[in-house]
């Protein structure tokens, strides 16, 4: 996957399980009110996105996870895909995982009194929100 990956979960819930998607393009704010903390935060996600990790920013609902999210997009200057989910998703809900198998059987009796029986079994994958944008 090409670009940051930026999650910010609210409580219990992240962003890892999507529902809706939307692609911004975002530009620095003067009004964004950057305290030492936040910079020190700030600092520490450019860091971690420059080596190439992502960054989750966790808490409780309305503590500025998102604004800050978009904040560190802004000062990248990167787009911005929002996603919105809950508790129940996990990240096979992002970028697909193995949804089912396909099992194969074969009986060879070419000779009566021989019998050969060769089984397979492989693992399907489904690719999802993330690996299917374009």
Request: negative net charge.
């Amino acid at each position: 996957m090409d670009g940051d990956n930026l999650d910010f979960g609210g409580g219990v819930a992240s962003a890892e399980g999507a529902r809706a998607t939307s692609s911004v393009s975002l530009a620095a704010s003067d009004s964004f009110v950057l305290t030492p903390e936040v910079r020190r935060i700030t600092d520490r996600a450019l860091c971690y996105l420059g080596a190439g990790y992502p960054v989750h920013f966790s808490g409780p609902a309305g503590t500025g996870k998102t604004t800050l999210a978009l904040h560190v997009a802004a000062v990248r200057g990167r787009p911005v895909t929002l996603m919105h989910g809950d508790d129940e998703c996990g990240s096979s809900d992002l970028v697909g995982g193995d949804y089912g198998y396909r099992k194969s059987k074969l009986v060879d009796n070419f000779i009566h009194s021989v019998v050969k029986t060769e089984e397979s079994m492989s693992t399907l994958w489904a690719d999802n929100r993330l690996t299917l944008m374009p």
